[in-house]
């Protein structure tokens, strides 16, 4: 009964939020909902909306989580169905760090709302752009922990990913981690081999550790790093999976969970709309 009275606020508050957005694009505004009933972000002369990747159980396809990526719209095309920029170019249009900041958060904003909005009910994962690192001097993650606890969202619910760029640079992974697991956020990391995973676990000890199945990964050594991640406590993620026998490799080694075009492709809200029901937290 707890449980379906704290859902039944979350709901009502995000709602209400909601509520409140124009039904177009305003100059001031930075968010707004289009007639399909997504929420969008406004950025320069694009707006921007999501799209989720599901994560999936690799033994029977059960969704347990959602990545969320950017969808871009021209100013004439918001809400349409003809893609906009690419997301890296909406990016480089960023030219500055407060700009860059304000862009970055927007889009994880975007993406939440849309997401608890559709009742998503698995995790969700959050990319942090390699930029924001060095924009933002300090405790990384509190202004979005600040936004998601005035909408009433779950911080338990969010999984940050550090971009792989932070894996050159020990020390500003290993604050960025910090940062964000002090406001309350489980952490992703992301690696391209096995030195680079072993070193991952040792030192950050990440709640997620995503492998890279396009590199070459031997099963001696998937089997050793699903080891080592039991020991300690890491759950380790296949990602980019692009045909079967990845996925067998994976399940032979003991490693759970994927994603990849194999898996599933990214849905749009109204599809995971559809599809809620079927995702286990």
């Known amino acids: 009964m707890a449980s379906e009275i704290e859902s039944g606020a979350l709901a009502s508050a995000l709602a209400r939020y909601i509520?409140?957005?124009p039904r177009q694009p305003e100059s001031g505004r930075t968010l707004w909902r289009d007639a399909r009933g997504q929420v969008?972000?406004?950025?320069?002369?694009?707006?921007?909306?999501?799209?989720?990747?599901p994560l999936v159980n690799l033994a029977d396809r059960t969704v347990v989580a959602h990545e969320g990526s950017i969808r871009t719209y021209s100013g004439a095309q918001a809400g349409g169905d003809d893609p906009g920029l690419a997301a890296w170019k909406l990016f480089a249009m960023a030219a500055d760090d407060d700009s860059?900041?304000?862009?970055?958060?927007?889009?994880r904003l975007v993406h939440a709302i849309n997401y608890f909005a559709a009742d998503g009910s698995g995790r969700l994962v959050l990319n942090v752009h390699n930029r924001l690192l060095a924009a933002v001097a300090d405790d990384h993650g509190a202004a979005f922990r600040r936004a998601l606890y005035s909408l009433g969202l779950p911080l338990d619910r969010f999984v940050i990913q550090v971009p792989a760029s932070a894996n050159e640079d020990l020390p500003l992974l290993l604050h960025?981690?910090?940062?964000?697991?002090?406001?309350?956020?489980?952490?992703?990391?992301?690696?391209?081999?096995?030195?680079?995973a072993g070193a991952l676990m040792a030192h950050a000890q990440p709640?997620?550790?995503?492998?890279?199945?396009?590199?070459?990964?031997?099963d001696r050594q998937l089997a050793g790093l699903h080891a080592s991640a039991s020991n300690a406590?890491?759950?380790?993620?296949?990602?980019?999976?692009?045909?079967?026998l990845s996925v067998e490799r994976l399940q032979a080694a003991g490693i759970a969970l994927g994603?990849?075009?194999?898996?599933?492709?990214?849905?749009?809200?109204r599809s995971l709309r559809a599809a809620a029901p079927l995702v286990q937290r």
């Open 176 to 196: 960025v981690v910090g940062n964000y697991r002090r406001n309350g956020f489980a952490v992703s990391l992301q690696a391209a081999d096995p030195a680079e």
């Open 19 to 21: 509520d409140t957005l």
């Open 207 to 218: 709640d997620w550790l995503k492998l890279d199945m396009r590199r070459t990964w031997t």
């Open 40 to 53: 969008q972000g406004q950025f320069f002369h694009c707006s921007l909306t999501s799209a989720f990747e």
């Open 100 to 107: 860059l900041v304000s862009l970055d958060r927007l889009s």
């Open 233 to 244: 406590g890491v759950t380790l993620v296949g990602r980019r999976l692009q045909d079967a």
């Open 259 to 269: 994603q990849g075009s194999y898996t599933g492709e990214a849905v749009t809200v």
